[in-house]
């Protein structure tokens, strides 16, 4: 009897270890989670890391950003991005690439920031002028199984327009390049030097965006322009992209997708044991796996900014829009409430004829009406942008006012918010008419007299590091405030508006008048 049970017990144990034998030689799929354009809404990082982790149960996985990650709300300004890499740091990552909001607090503050993650930094085409060199690894190897992945990183050279203060000295030399070569070049020799060090797949984290510019450098022509990769995990655009398929050099279709931005929703690609890929965009509010300590360290993180930013500032009883009822980008299109008070402080505290700002530097809007705190300042305005005036010749802003004008009807972060200005443009030829400038003497609006020269008050961005399209590089400034922009729009709120934004703001003002 005993003998029977001895064997009954070894034929199960020899059953049990030939189950696990099998389970365990069975191929895995691998799945890469990936986001992009998270501007610091930082809530959604323990969600992505519990995600992560419940799929690990049943693949392989791994985790990439594809850039803008440290600035676009009040956590980033008010650290600096620090709060933000604390974050991602927990997690880990396995690559992330450049977003062109990573330059913004400059190269000196990059590296400060990225050399505490301890993921690859992928960059394909950020190089160091005077070293002669990349920056960065153009990709990493990534192995999982018996599978190698190649994640090949790429950032829009356009940051040296938009972000231009951070890529050149204090002579205006230019001391780091995002484009030495066309990007489908520079990714191409990536991708080719990938491939010839065995990568089985070779994915693109890219951020390019969907919007083709004149440095041939969007995800789409990069793809037209290259083979050998298999797939583009995109950004820059907040574009939310499940799949586009645009054909490669050799007719191949290749998927490109991006999941909008602050983590609207998670990118999930599979890639199956037979080498098929799929992708898909999990909305955020769908997942309900949390990693406990990420969670922990945001809350942390909340705290920490609660105690800096709820001084009480001013009230309001108007929201301040740069949105439109249906969720579209109006201030890159056009004239908004929230960018009439913003350049009428920079315009009425500094004393000049005109004040201008881009778009783009109105990061958020503020939808409630009441209290505002300083951490909704900083939400409005989170850059450290600070205020100049400059003199401009009138034909000057007229040239200035044709190019800001010439992406409509696509928006774009350039497009000038103004205060002290009048002018109308037609979209179908970007014509710019009836310009006109308020007579501080009068309080009425004349013609710009083409002739005169005129005071302007802006960011220092705007004048002499890219911003504007560059429009005003060259105007001599005349006065540096030492002042960030948001600290100005607070000064104004506080001791102009007496704490107090009535109902003169509820609506734009009739400034810009675009004619479709």
Excluded: W
């Excluded at 354009?37 to 990082?45: E, F, L, M, S």
């Amino acid at each position: 009897m005993k003998s029977i049970l001895r064997i009954l017990l070894l034929v199960c144990a020899f059953a049990t270890f030939a189950g696990v034998k099998a389970q365990t030689g069975q191929k895995r799929s691998i799945v890469v989670l990936y986001e992009n354009d998270v501007h610091c809404a930082v809530d959604g990082y323990a969600k992505l890391a519990g995600l992560r982790d419940a799929i690990a149960d049943t693949a392989d996985v791994a985790l990439v950003s594809n850039g803008d990650y440290v600035q676009g709300m009040t956590v980033g300004a008010i650290s600096k991005g620090q709060y933000v890499v604390d974050l991602m740091r927990a997690l880990p990552y396995d690559a992330i690439t450049l977003g062109n909001h990573e330059y913004d607090y400059g190269m000196e503050r990059l590296f400060q920031l990225l050399r505490q993650v301890p993921a690859p930094i992928v960059c394909a085409n950020l190089y160091d002028v005077k070293m002669g060199r990349n920056v960065f690894a153009p990709y990493v190897m990534k192995r999982f199984g018996d599978k190698k992945i190649a994640f090949v990183g790429a950032s829009t050279p356009t940051s040296m327009e938009t972000e231009a203060y951070a890529f050149r000295d204090d002579e205006g030399k230019v001391i780091y390049d995002l484009q030495i070569e066309d990007i489908p070049t520079l990714v191409q020799k990536a991708v080719d030097e990938a491939r010839r060090a065995g990568a089985d797949y070779v994915i693109l984290d890219s951020h390019l965006g969907e919007e083709e510019t004149n440095r041939y450098s969007d995800s789409h022509t990069v793809v037209a322009n290259t083979r050998g990769i298999d797939i583009v995990l995109d950004g820059h655009s907040h574009a939310v992209i499940v799949a586009d398929k645009v054909n490669n050099k050799d007719g191949k279709p290749i998927v490109v997708t991006q999941t909008g931005t602050k983590f609207a929703n998670i990118g999930k690609l599979v890639i199956s044991p037979d080498g098929k890929m799929t992708t898909e965009l999990i909305p955020l509010e769908k997942v309900t796996e949390k990693d406990a300590y990420v969670a922990a360290l945001t809350d942390s993180i909340h705290a920490m900014l609660e105690a800096q930013t709820s001084r009480v500032v001013c009230t309001t009883e108007v929201p301040l829009r740069i949105l439109d009822d249906e969720g579209n980008e109006a201030a890159r299109m056009g004239e908004t409430n929230a960018g009439d008070i913003v350049t009428d402080a920079y315009r009425l505290m500094t004393g000049s004829d005109i004040g201008v700002l881009n778009s783009g530097s109105i990061r958020n809007e503020l939808k409630k009406t009441g209290e505002l705190t300083y951490g909704d300042m900083l939400t409005l305005l989170p850059y450290d942008n600070y205020i100049v005036v400059a003199e401009v010749k009138g034909s000057t802003i007229v040239e200035m006012l044709k190019k800001l004008v010439s992406f409509l009807p696509k928006p774009d972060g350039q497009f000038p918010q103004v205060s002290g200005l009048k002018f109308t443009t037609r979209v179908k030829d970007h014509s710019v008419s009836d310009v006109q400038v308020l007579n501080g003497a009068t309080q009425r609006f004349e013609p710009i007299n083409p002739d005169r020269t005129y005071t302007i008050a802006t960011t220092k961005y705007c004048v002499t590091d890219g911003g504007l399209h560059n429009s005003l590089q060259g105007c001599p400034i005349v006065m540096e405030t030492k002042k960030t922009y948001n600290e100005i729009f607070i000064e104004y709120v506080t001791d102009r508006l007496n704490g107090h934004i009535g109902q003169e703001y509820a609506k734009p003002q009739g400034r810009i008048t675009v004619i479709k």
